[in-house]
């Protein structure tokens, strides 16, 4: 009996996406977020049974976008079936920029249309089209299943002026959040996308801390 060994702590592993600039945006908040993110929250201590498993910066561009966020979904389910403990989580966080925003945007849901008001980085500008056909009409919709309320309050509490927002829009925040949540589904983690404004409406520092205090409670609720 006393030779036992205690049961492993659950531990909940964060996988963090941004996007380059596109059309109208030069500068990406979200590049430099993604690409900060893990010396800045190494600094500052990591909260417990939380780790950042990556950190990777999209194209802004649905089918450019595509292939390398699967391979990211794929190859960190793979690693997690290859671990012992089944108590572990997994969490895709995506970060976009709304520059028109002035503060910070939980998303609840991705619709399943592409409807590009400008082309992508790729030239692709799709009107009215179905993210997954087989999923049926542009009318649908994939909800996360982490508890928006509950993170945006949270937030707040914390000082940050954040929302929760039901409509990602219909650009490739919209697109690449349809694909992780319905991947997410399929196989039995978690996904959440988070907008952001432009740097000269919120500064840098403040996005980063934003970014850490999200983390911090994703390991909360999660």
């Known amino acids: ?29 979200t590049e430099t977020i993604v690409n900060n993110l893990m010396e800045y929250v ?11 498993g990556s950190c990777h ?6 089918q450019g976008a595509l292939v390398p966020l699967y391979q990211i979904l794929q190859s960190a389910i793979t690693a997690k079936e290859s671990e012992s403990s089944s108590s572990n989580k997994t969490i895709w966080l995506h970060f976009g920029v709304n520059s028109g925003a002035t503060r910070f945007a939980i998303e609840h849901q991705a619709v399943n249309e592409a409807t590009f008001r400008c082309p992508d980085e790729m030239g ?15 009318s649908g919709i994939r909800e996360t299943t982490l ?11 914390k000082g940050y002026n954040v ?15 349809y694909h992780s949540l319905r991947f997410s589904e399929q196989n039995g983690t978690k996904s959440l996308f988070v907008h952001v404004p432009l740097f000269s ?7 980063m801390e ?13």
């Open 1 to 29: 009996m006393g030779s036992e060994c205690p049961p492993a702590a659950a531990v909940t592993t964060v996988h963090v996406t941004g996007f380059k600039k596109f059309h109208g945006v030069s500068e990406n908040p």
């Open 210 to 222: 934003f970014a850490a205090s999200l983390l911090e409670i994703l390991a909360s609720v999660s």
């Open 42 to 52: 190494n600094k500052k201590g990591l909260p417990k049974g939380l780790v950042i």
């Open 201 to 207: 409406t919120i500064d840098e520092e403040t996005q």
């Open 163 to 177: 929302m929760t927002s039901d409509d990602a829009g219909r650009f490739v925040c919209n697109y690449v959040y």
């Open 147 to 157: 508890p928006v309320e509950e993170i945006t309050k949270a937030l707040a509490n």
């Open 124 to 138: 692709w500008k799709p009107q009215k089209v179905p993210i997954v056909p087989s999923d049926g009409p542009i």
């Open 57 to 62: 910066i999209l194209e802004t561009a649905g």
